[in-house]
Structure formats: C-alpha cells, structure tokens
C-alpha cells in the first residue's frame, strides 16, 4: 500500500513539472508566433518554414498528451478531438494576428501547425485503443 502511495505522489510530481513545462511552452510560442517584425515583403514559401511550424506544434501536442499520461488518464476520443480543436484553433488565432505584428499571415502554416497537432495526438489515441482491445493477461497465483 505505501508503495502505491509514493507511486501516485511521483507521478502527481512528475505530471505537475510536465504541466509547467507545457505551459511555459505554450507561451513562449506564442511570443514566437506573435513577436513584432519590421514590416517586410511576405517570405517565399519555404520547406523549413512547413517544418518549423510542423514541429513546433508537434511538441505542444505531446507536451500536452505527456501531461495526460503522467496522470494516468486515458486519451478518449473526446478528449483528443477536443484538444485537436483547441490548438488547430490557437494556430489559426496566431496566423491572423500575425499581420498586426508585421508579420504575414499564411494559411498553409496554419495546416502546417494541425498536420503536426494531428501527427501526435492521433497516435496517441490509436495506442490508448490498442491496450484497451488488448486481452488482459490472466493473474497468476
């Protein structure tokens, strides 16, 4: 029982540092996306711009699910759809604010951004699906 016990409080610690961390990158990439640029011409289209928006969601994303995970919860349908939605969202919030900020909005770094919210979460749920359809091991005496 006490084993339990400290096991719930390493996981109720390590599931509070994730929280910050994600947060803290939550904002920091908010500054990121909204930091003020002299006004310029719109950039060409670029690969690595696709890549960096990819991958910079792609870590909120699993930031996020690392979260859900330390407090042993599941990934419901509901609740991927629902944080799908809310970074899709935030990612489209960011674009069309982005040109009050000298900066250009541009809707394929918007599908960027979802394709890599998508690219974690997804999988994360397929998994959860996965171990739940898995027939469970019958306890040895």
């Avoid at 609740?79 to 809707?107: C, H, K, M, N």
Wanted: net charge positive.
């Amino acid at each position: 029982m006490e084993k339990r016990a400290s096991l719930q409080v390493a996981l109720g610690r390590r599931a509070s540092l994730l929280t910050v961390w994600w947060v803290g990158y939550w904002l920091f990439l908010t500054w990121l996306l909204l930091e003020p640029k002299p006004p310029r011409p719109p950039l060409p289209f670029t690969i690595s711009d696709l890549i960096a928006h990819f991958a910079t969601f792609v870590i909120l994303a699993f930031s996020c699910a690392a979260v859900r995970w330390a407090k042993a919860k599941p990934f419901s349908c509901r609740w991927v759809v629902f944080w799908l939605l809310v970074f899709s969202a935030y990612g489209a919030i960011t674009e069309i604010i982005q040109p009050l900020t000298g900066r250009s909005a541009d809707p394929i770094d918007w599908l960027a951004d979802s394709v890599g919210i998508a690219f974690v979460l997804i999988p994360a749920l397929l998994l959860h699906w996965r171990r739940r359809s898995m027939p469970q091991e019958a306890e040895q005496v």
